[in-house]
């Protein structure tokens, strides 16, 4: 199953990123809190449609994560977000603490961890999303910026 999700998602970021924007764009929004280089090289496509492979899975929690109505995924270095959840730079900053896990990790690294963790956990209590949630979470009550790589790469 993994070769087959990594094999779509390296499909679906080539057939994206081409159209998509770069997160360098959100700079002043995010006050410092990632490096100019790291939102040069991260992306976003906004679209209706948020993009998920096909799995097949006996795994109720994986199913429903597969199934899960949301606002943002990422894939690598690309997230996707929908109309209503651009202008949120909240939900930016978690895709982008995603896209820093799979750098780390890798793509098998992280799908292994991540399909592993919603398996064993459930969503909420993954521990790579709730690592973005609570950074989310950070950014929106912090009055100061922080450095956001530095805690990823902590925590991981």
């Not at 080539?14 to 002043?28: G, T």
């Not at 040069?40 to 906004?46: A, E, K, L, W």
């Not at 209706?48 to 690598?76: A, C, H, W």
Request: with cysteine.
């Amino acid at each position: 199953m993994i070769n087959e999700v990594s094999k779509w998602i390296e499909e679906t970021v080539s057939q994206y990123i081409p159209h998509a924007r770069k997160c360098s764009e959100l700079a002043p929004d995010l006050r410092g809190c990632y490096p100019e280089e790291f939102l040069d090289n991260s992306y976003f496509v906004v679209t209706e449609n948020i993009p998920k492979p096909q799995v097949l899975s006996q795994d109720l929690n994986l199913r429903n994560f597969i199934t899960m109505d949301v606002d943002g995924i990422t894939y690598k270095n690309l997230y996707f977000v929908k109309p209503q959840a651009v202008n949120d730079i909240a939900l930016h900053v978690h895709e982008l603490v995603h896209v820093y896990q799979w750098s780390i990790l890798g793509v098998q690294g992280f799908l292994e961890r991540y399909i592993t963790e919603v398996t064993i956990n459930g969503y909420q209590g993954a521990p790579l999303e709730r690592m973005a949630y609570e950074i989310e979470q950070m950014f929106r009550i912090s009055t100061n910026s922080f450095d956001i790589l530095s805690i990823v790469k902590q925590r991981i």
